[in-house]
């Protein structure tokens, strides 16, 4: 027996498929069980009528490795899927296709499906009607169908900002390894689950290629509601977007990229990180505290500034770094006033636990007499116009980024944000309310930007309400340590000045003479 092929599970979906079932079983190639350690999983979702005896009936005349699940409580289309996946998973196959029972899909092609998993280049492969220009209208699609997919498709292209010639096929293949990190068993048991589960695809950054399949329409049942299915399919690709760009949060599209990963710069536009940049003049000194891989601290280097980093992470690349310190919030950072110009708390403040500890701590380090080093924030408006929307309509969902992200511990307004510097011995120089970062939702586009510029125009009407983050600049005031400290050593320069005063003083006067020394 040859163990060395890929594991692979045809798992056929299956509901009053009574009259197709064998048809579709036999219509698998027996290339699939000489090239792959190849399986067929039919599970039955309690159907009423022989499906399932049909599927034992052939598992037993064939000499191919068929197994047959029925479902005793109806699972729906996306339930039976959660089944299958489930399975495949726990078996150790490395790849999985998709098959209906109904005869809509031809078993046939599931070899051109399974030729991107194997090579590498893909993570998901659909089978798509569409790409063959006219194909799925000579196939036998309604044309009412064929308009819907269209519309659909084009919409959560636009949305998602994807590029699927379709949505809306069931004719799939999995690489098991990535269902592994989708949380699929969230989604929905009904039609729209093949939706769900291709946004998590895209979220979990798998890699997705489509081929063309043949297209066939026969006196198969339909058991799609297509209004419902539309309406589903767009609420969850409208809810995945407000998910990504942090003002809904959903379990099923809380998912993890592979790799290091961390906030992405926002340039090009008025956001946080262009007013940041631009408040650091060239040649400065810098210490970033809370700076992440470094990516906004390479572009200060590209001004001429001196960088410094913190941060509990190690970043791949510390080469542009002066020097770099492991920190976190209970490991004391000692800097000094006189290594630094700038020092940058960047969508840091939020993150910690005791905010006022570590501001005080960091005012002590600095020993600052003369408000220097300049000292850059920036942090969320927790009153934002959106956030506020929200919790009137009673939400108050934190999500992986922005305003309330699941990391943060304390929420600011700009009076919040003004008090605490301020009460830690801190001056406020400068306050500014930042926008939206609408280029990152929707791409940096004329439409993005134009949004920017409103938004800007309506922070002038009202900073609290429109400003979706705060940026400050504030300086360091004198602790009283520092005082008494600049106090004593002002003692002993004072007193040396005035002995030297005394000296020189004593130096000009003219010497008195003694009475013998007079001359007569």
């Known amino acids: 027996m040859i163990t060395n092929r890929p594991r692979v599970l045809v798992f056929v979906v299956a509901y009053e498929a009574e009259s197709t079932l064998q048809v579709v079983l036999d219509r698998i190639p027996g290339s699939m069980f000489e090239r792959f350690d190849a399986e067929v999983l039919v599970i039955d979702d309690s159907s009423s009528d022989r499906t399932f005896e049909v599927g034992v009936s052939s598992a037993a005349a064939s000499s191919r490795p068929i197994t047959v699940f029925f479902n005793r409580t109806n699972q729906g289309y996306g339930g039976n899927q959660k089944l299958g996946y489930q399975y495949a998973l726990r078996n150790g196959f490395d790849f999985v296709v998709l098959l209906h029972g109904d005869g809509q899909y031809a078993p046939e092609s599931i070899p051109d499906l399974l030729d991107p998993l194997v090579s590498g280049a893909a993570d998901a492969v659909f089978g798509s009607r569409m790409l063959t220009r006219g194909a799925a209208r000579q196939g036998g699609m309604p044309l009412y169908k064929f308009v819907g997919n269209k519309i659909l498709t084009r919409l959560q292209n636009a949305l998602l900002q994807s590029n699927l ?109 262009t007013a940041a940049l631009g408040a650091v003049p060239p040649g400065a000194r810098v210490m970033d505290i809370g700076c992440g891989p470094g990516s906004f601290d390479r572009l200060l280097v590209e001004k001429g500034c001196i960088v410094s980093g913190a941060d509990q992470f190690l ?112 001056v406020v120089e400068e306050v500014r309310g930042i926008p939206a970062p609408f280029p990152a939702a929707l791409g940096l586009n004329a439409f993005s930007r134009f949004l920017v510029r409103v938004n800007r125009l309506l922070i002038r009407l009202s900073r609290g309400l429109f400003s979706y983050q705060i940026f400050m600049r504030v300086a360091p005031t004198p602790t009283v340590d520092a005082l008494l400290e600049d106090s004593m050593a002002g003692s002993i320069t004072k007193g040396n000045e005035a002995r030297r005063g005394q000296q020189e003083e004593h130096l000009r006067r003219p010497a008195v003479r003694s009475a013998s020394e007079t001359p007569v």
């Not at 592979?258 to 090009?268: F, I, P, Q, V, W």
């Not at 970043?315 to 542009?320: L, T």
């Not at 699941?406 to 003004?418: C, D, P, Q, V």
């Open 315 to 426: 970043p791949g690349d510390q080469s542009f770094f002066k020097d770099f310190v492991v920190w976190n919030e209970q490991v004391p950072l000692e800097i000094s006033s006189r290594d630094y110009d700038y020092v940058l708390l960047l969508d840091i403040i939020e993150h910690l636990k005791h905010p006022e500890a570590f501001l005080d701590r960091l005012r002590r380090s600095l020993g600052s007499l003369d408000g220097r080093p300049k000292i850059i924030v920036t942090t969320g408006n927790v009153v934002f116009l959106i956030v506020r929307l929200q919790a009137l309509l009673g939400n108050f969902n934190y999500g992986k980024q922005g305003i309330l992200d699941l990391t943060h511990t304390r929420l600011y307004t700009f009076g919040t944000l003004r008090k605490l510097f301020e009460q830690c011995g801190f």
């Open 165 to 273: 010639s379709e949505f809306h096929s069931g004719f799939r293949a999995y690489r098991v390894s990535a269902l592994g990190r989708l949380p699929f068993q969230f989604n929905t048991n009904n039609f729209h689950f093949d939706t769900e589960i291709i946004i998590q695809l895209m979220l979990a950054g798998c890699r997705i290629a489509e081929v063309s399949i043949p297209t066939y329409y026969g006196d198969e049942i339909c058991r799609v509601n297509g209004m419902l299915y539309a309406k589903n399919v767009m609420v969850a690709t409208l809810i995945s977007r407000l998910h990504r760009l942090n003002l809904l949060y959903d379990r099923k599209f809380d998912i993890e990229r592979s790799g290091n990963t961390h906030y992405a710069l926002k340039l090009g536009y008025d956001s946080s990180h």
